[in-house]
């Protein structure tokens, strides 16, 4: 296989290049090479080339293999035809938009079209995963224990006893497909349905395998390693290509979403890759200043408190807060607000310096009342 060339110098646009700016320039670049308008020799490649690096660019999930792993990242994860399922390619080239299908021929379609006969592919399925923050924090390698359809080993998935076969389904010949002729005033036409009789399938079962009782699928435990990325949020759904179930005779297996739960941390509120805390500071510290010690998500940093803060001060640590998911080198910040401690219960001594503190700044400052003054008054 030849060497891939990079993504964003296909497309020409930066490494930070928002979503509509790739969609923009791959429009732009697609429409000049598309095949049905460009003839020449090198065209076709090159469609299929941009359309990669779109699909890819894309999908943010993709997209942050692809930053991290280069290549190898999104190959290894994707099939071919997995890189282009789901890309959005929908309003691209309006009414072109359905030569696409026809001519990546067998890729699956776009848009999670799928074959219309044939077995059915296997099911999508979910997996819910609970991360700490500290995990969404660095990433998390889990192994996830799941219970799938898996392709019955005793028949190869066929779905039939040991030697014996399915055979073609005589309404359809094969087929799947049976095409009824209708007439009406405009003229005939034909159309085209699955086959009731073997929904679909074009083979029919006679001696079902014992093992799977002919559904050519058993339930099989399965470990799988899943990389989380660094900056995943509460919400945040990885899909692995082709780790749903199994499908039968042959049929693609479906996809696996993992779905993400971040437990609330009781020391930080997360706003995307923003961290906020709170601290608790003594009227004596907020006057005069000091540097406290307060943790993060990876560790205790220094938070310099100016002297003079007043309570409702909202200070920023910046690069303290949650990796960014797509670009795990940029960091949020993390916000404190500072609130003061109003000590419950003094000491004598402590009650004492607070009343020598209390009459000293009576002498030097006026409490802060606000003073009414009827307007009426002359
Ligand atoms: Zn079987
Ligand atoms: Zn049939």
């Known amino acids: 296989m030849s060497t891939k060339r990079d993504y964003y110098e296909i497309l020409g646009v930066a490494k930070d290049a928002p979503k509509d700016q790739i969609k923009a320039s ?56 997995d890189i282009f399922r789901g890309a959005d390619f929908g309003d691209i080239f309006g009414n072109l938009g359905s030569i696409f299908e026809s001519f990546f021929g067998g890729m699956g379609g776009f848009g999670r079209q799928r074959r219309s006969s044939g077995p059915p592919p296997g099911e999508d399925l979910r997996y819910d995963l609970e991360l700490t923050l500290e995990d969404a924090f660095r990433g998390a390698k889990r192994e996830l224990r799941l219970r799938r359809p898996e392709s019955c080993e005793e028949c190869k998935g066929s779905g039939a006893r040991r030697g014996t076969s399915r055979k073609t389904c005589g309404v359809c010949h094969g087929r799947g497909q049976v095409q009824h002729a209708t ?91 923003h961290l906020l805390a709170a601290v608790d500071v003594d009227y004596a510290r907020l006057a005069l200043g000091e540097t406290i010690s307060i943790s993060t998500v990876d560790g205790d940093v220094d938070l310099e408190i100016p002297p003079g803060t007043t309570p409702g001060t909202r200070l920023r640590l910046k690069g303290k807060g949650m990796p960014e998911l797509r670009r795990p080198d940029r960091r949020g910040d993390l916000f404190v607000d500072v609130r003061l401690r109003v000590p419950g219960k003094l000491s004598k001594r402590g009650r004492e310096l607070m009343e020598e503190l209390r009459d000293e700044l009576a002498a030097e400052d006026k409490p802060g009342w606000f003073r009414f003054r009827r307007t009426k008054d002359k």
């Open 26 to 81: 791959y429009r732009k670049l697609a429409l000049k090479f598309h095949p049905d308008r460009n003839k020449e020799a090198g065209a076709e490649d090159k469609f299929k080339e941009l359309s990669e690096a779109y699909a890819v660019l894309s999908d943010d999930e993709k997209r942050g293999l692809y930053d991290r792993f280069g290549h190898a990242g999104v190959d290894q994860r994707y099939s071919q035809e």
């Open 183 to 273: 007439r009406s005033v405009f003229g005939s036409f034909v159309q085209v349905s699955n086959c009731g009789q073997c929904q679909g399938t074009g083979t029919l079962l006679e001696h079902p395998c014992d093992e799977c009782d002919g559904e050519g699928r058993t339930m099989q435990e399965r470990n799988l390693e899943v990389e989380i990325p660094p900056g995943v949020d509460d919400g945040s759904r990885l899909r692995l290509g082709g780790e749903g179930a199994a499908g039968v005779q042959g049929a693609p297996r479906g996809d696996l979403y993992v779905f993400v739960t971040v437990r609330p941390d009781p020391r930080f509120r997360r706003d995307g890759e």
